[in-house]
């Protein structure tokens, strides 16, 4: 979240601010940013990126809150590992497409989570578009030790923990869209996914998992509940408190 300051002019001045402060404290502006993976299938990850981007061009309130599409970039491990502060980490809620595996983004030399410190400067909500990246518990009986090191602050990683969409589907339209209709984050991910498996009537992917796949989410202590329109303080660094949330 960014507060911008003003240096106090006159007494008149000030007191008319608290007058109204109470009308004007959460009209605050928010940043969204996408970043597309290479390889294979990245047709697909530009139409993923730039359509759940696009949706927040307009900088859509939701609530007293302002979400304005800010970055749109190929993407490269720097931007989410040694840079994020300029880049996923700068922006509020960050959206990636492109391939992954379990715990880690597959672009260029690949980024695993563990080197991820997320939540530190801006982000409070990041989601990956890629295979297998979000583990959950039923893949492994530690899920959360790498997510350790990643939430620094961060409420919520969304994505999938098993295969996604090769093809393009209406999610970055209908997750966008519940986002903006201010349901909570989870929801709006997993139903969005679920919502593009009822239309096209459960095809099986290679792993066995319906298409589009299966949704993943961790949740920082106490976030549980959040939306673009609100949503608490930064939790404390580390995995005290997360949870784990999937679809099966």
């Not at 000030?14 to 940013?33: D, E, K, P, T």
């Not at 909570?184 to 459960?202: G, L």
Request: aromatic letters at 20%; glycine letters at 10%; proline letters at 4%.
């Amino acid at each position: 979240m960014r507060i911008q300051t003003q240096t106090k002019i006159t007494k008149w001045f000030l007191l008319l601010v608290l007058g109204f402060s109470a009308q004007f404290a959460s009209a605050f502006q928010h940043y969204v940013g996408t970043y597309v993976g290479d390889g294979a299938y990245q047709d697909v990850m530009i139409y993923n990126c730039w359509n759940f981007g696009n949706a927040f061009s307009s900088n859509p309130a939701v609530g007293g809150h302002n979400y304005r599409f800010d970055q749109y970039y190929y993407g490269a491990p720097y931007m989410f590992t040694t840079s994020n502060n300029s880049y996923a980490d700068y922006e509020d809620f960050a959206f990636y497409c492109g391939h992954g595996s379990s715990y880690n983004l597959a672009m260029g030399s690949g980024a695993n989570v563990t080197n991820m410190p997320m939540g530190d400067a801006y982000a409070e909500f990041v989601t990956f578009f890629s295979c297998q990246t979000v583990v959950s518990a039923p893949e492994s009986s530690t899920w959360w030790t790498p997510y350790c090191n990643m939430f620094k602050g961060l409420h919520m990683l969304l994505g999938f923990r098993s295969l996604a969409s090769a093809a393009q589907t209406d999610i970055p339209f209908d997750y966008a869209a519940r986002l903006k209709a201010n349901w909570t984050v989870k929801d709006a991910w997993f139903s969005s996914i679920s919502d593009e498996r009822y239309w096209i009537f459960n095809p099986s992917m290679s792993d066995g998992s319906p298409y589009p796949g299966f949704a993943s989410c961790v949740v920082g202590s106490g976030h549980y509940s959040d939306r673009l329109s609100s949503y608490g303080s930064d939790p404390a660094a580390g995995c005290g408190g997360m949870y784990n949330y999937w679809q099966y």
